[in-house]
């Protein structure tokens, strides 16, 4: 009889391979569009991006994607602090967040081109949504340091042993409380929540998990990082 292990073997060999040195750069460009887009649909900011966002309006001396990598640079230095140990992994993916940010900033320059009626504007908060899915499901998958702003809560998920869904809307939603309040209290009113926001936040945790098993079902990823582990371990 053929053991459960050789057997998975042979199904991972029949998926798809899916190079995580391709699905990074890919899944950094599309959310980083999917991050401007849901702003532009007039619907509010995803709530990654929630908090640099409101910096950047009570604080507007610098950018969207010059606060994004500050925010980024703390989430990062918070997940160290939980480990309790340096890991050098997470300065790339700070890099990785630092080209996040910078794409934000170009998207921007451009993105006003766009038809923007209230029709559009519900459709680009749907293909935002899709497109954030997507490529948060792509980063959890690709085997290499990823985006902040997604690493934290799959690896606080890790850290704390609960579900990543479950994580992943906790941690969107703090990200709209310190939102609310720091443009309440820095602008006099609430800036950058819509009802596109809220949805997101307490419903993309699990459109995330969809998403990404159904890239599991289709494809098996694989990057230097994830064989240089598995080689180790044999």
Known sequence: QMCIRDRAHIMSKEKTLFRGELALPFAVLI?????????????GISAISSVPYAFSEVFPALSLGTWTYIFQGLLVLSLMIMRKK?????????????????????????????????????IWFLLSYVILSVGIALSNRCGLPIVPTDLFPRELSDITKVGYPKIKIAFDVTCLAVTAALTFFGLGHIEGLGIGTVLAAFTMGKAVGICGDFLDRHFRFESF?????????Q
């Open 225 to 233: 990082m994830t064989r240089r582990k598995s080689a180790v371990q």
């Open 86 to 122: 340096f890991v050098p992994s997470y300065l790339f993916s700070f890099v990785v967040g630092f080209v996040f940010g910078e794409l934000l900033d170009v998207y921007e320059l451009w993105i006003g081109i766009l038809p923007n009626s209230l029709p559009w504007r519900v």
């Open 31 to 43: 959310n980083s569009f999917g991050v401007v887009l849901m702003l532009y649909s007039a619907a």
